[in-house]
């Protein structure tokens, strides 16, 4: 029995969820969560139907593929165009949609690219739902963490447009992944989501599923009342200065090219040059070499759906991240051809 959702804690984060958005959620258009990972998890798995197909950004967070295979949920994958800050392709969207079409998923701001939507390209992609009669799940696990020139927007302000499940966590702005506390909020004025069942099916997906740890609940009011101003800001900080040095340090690099200075989350794509390299097949085996001769470990693009691309974090100590960086590198420069 989840009695601690019917808790005052769940109520705050209500308060909290609702601060960002044109119009206030309800107690029942919430649900927590064991982390962001058992929301996608719940999400996938309350969508799933016959000839189902989710529409999945590229690249993108792993996590939603693998549920895809396990519910047998077919993947159609639209990219995110790095000319443009990752902006996602609306016209493959539209030519990827059809009727057993359940949702469009977008992230934001965004793992693994870094970038930040602006306000009129998340109003296009709640329009372009709309027209296709689909829901929009919102992967906001990194909001707020935004240190570019644009401002992190909740895709629920768009609410009155196209119904959307946000998917959000305290691991990401508080700096606490393992405290596994995550939510789904349904921004749904319309109530679609309800006249569909959607939302009677996570529920009842809910009813049989593990709860976040009750001590991680009650701490909850304390954790959003109580964290002042300044936490937030010097992580900002802290990601801002990071991030320059990452994508300063990767211009250095011939064999990189980095599309897109990161505005947001923890992470940057690099496109990876092999006509540079004398050695090297591909991003796997970039990867795999750079961790055997360096200590240096990189995301290859191809975990993401994104071949000869690297996913680089700068969520590490100043120190480490400049000695990994140059280490980086050095091996490029070891595996240059003459």
């Known amino acids: 029995m989840a009695i601690a959702k019917k808790s005052p804690n769940r109520r705050l984060n209500i308060q909290y969820l609702s601060k960002d958005l044109p119009y206030k959620l309800c ?10 990972s058992q929301a996608i998890d719940i ?51 539209e030519k990827l949609a059809d ?56 895709m629920g302000v768009f609410g009155d447009i196209v119904p959307v499940l946000t998917l959000g966590a305290i691991s990401k702005r508080w700096v606490v992944p393992g405290w596994r506390l995550g939510w789904i909020a349904a921004t749904d004025p319309k109530g ?15 009813d049989i599923t593990t709860d976040p740890a009750t001590f991680i609940q009650g701490a909850l009011p304390q954790i959003i009342e109580k964290t002042k101003d300044d936490f937030f800001n010097n992580i900002i900080n802290v990601l801002r200065d990071a991030a320059e040095i990452c994508y300063n340090k990767i211009k250095d690099i011939k064999c990189l090219t980095c599309p897109h200075k990161p505005e947001g989350s923890m992470f940057v794509m690099v496109k990876l040059n092999l006509s540079y390299l004398a050695d090297i097949s591909d991003d796997i085996d970039f990867c795999s070499k750079l961790a055997k001769e360096e200590s240096v470990i990189i995301c290859p693009g191809s975990a993401l759906s994104m071949k000869n691309w690297l996913r680089i974090t700068f969520a590490a100590e100043q120190t480490s991240l400049i000695v990994g960086l140059e280490r980086l590198k050095l091996f490029c420069e070891r595996h240059e051809k003459n």
């Open 43 to 93: 999400i996938v798995s309350a969508l799933a139907r016959p000839d189902a197909n989710i529409l999945l950004p590229r690249p993108g967070f792993p996590m939603f593929e693998a549920r895809c295979m396990y519910n047998n949920v077919e993947m159609r994958h639209f990219d995110l165009i790095p000319e443009q800050g990752w902006k996602p392709d609306l016209d493959q969207v």
């Open 99 to 154: 009727e057993n079409t359940a949702a469009i998923v977008v992230c934001n701001p965004n793992n693994p690219c870094g970038s930040v939507f602006k306000y009129h390209h998340m109003e296009e992609i709640a329009k372009t739902a709309r027209k296709l009669g689909v829901m929009v799940i919102s992967d906001e696990v990194y909001d707020h963490l935004t240190f570019g020139s644009n401002p992190f927007i909740p």
């Open 192 to 206: 679609i989501l309800r006249k569909t069942k959607i939302v009677d099916s996570i529920r009842s997906i809910l």
């Open 27 to 36: 107690p029942d258009d919430v649900f927590l969560t064991a982390g962001c």
